[in-house]
């Protein structure tokens, strides 16, 4: 097995596994480990009222929680029965620096991300988390359909 890590932004739709599916055979491939990285966006940008601030912390750790149980044990549960070593990690906070965070922290070889399709106005004029990767990744990014 190589000491290769290779980064898999996770957004966890049961309906759509086919990036977590594509790490997977590469990992096997090549005998790396995967590192599941799922992000809860959250926006520094938003205000919130007094009694918002008071209860994030509660609402924060319940999103956690449900992140951990719904998205990222069932990911890990299925590289495990795939054979392929994997650690997950769930962060809370802007999605495309996150990513970069901790693919340099793992010191990862490769990204692996899904394409969204979003054709939204938002998408459009603000980028997307794929664009984003694409653009300010330190390694190679690859873009799953």
């Known amino acids: 097995m190589s000491s290769e890590t290779f980064v898999v ?3 966890g ?4 596994p086919a990036v977590l599916d594509y790490a997977i055979i590469r990992a096997k491939a090549e005998g790396a480990k995967l590192l599941l ?3 809860l966006e ?3 940008y938003s205000f919130l009222t007094p009694q ?3 209860e994030r912390h509660g609402r924060r750790k319940q ?3 449900r992140a951990n149980e719904v998205v990222m044990a069932p990911a890990l549960q299925k590289c495990e029965a795939e054979g392929v070593a994997a650690d997950g990690v769930i962060r809370y906070g802007q999605v495309v620096e996150l990513i ?3 693919t340099k922290k793992a010191s990862a070889s490769v990204i692996y991300v899904g394409r969204s399709g979003s054709q939204s106005m938002a998408a459009r004029v ?5 664009l984003g990767l694409a653009q300010l990744a330190p390694v190679p990014t690859v873009i799953v359909p």
């Open 9 to 11: 932004a996770y957004e």
């Open 13 to 16: 739709h049961p309906a759509d």
């Open 37 to 39: 990285v799922h992000v």
């Open 42 to 44: 959250w926006s520094a």
């Open 52 to 54: 918002e601030v008071e």
């Open 63 to 65: 999103e956690l929680s």
């Open 100 to 102: 970069l965070e901790e």
């Open 126 to 130: 603000f980028g997307s988390v794929t």
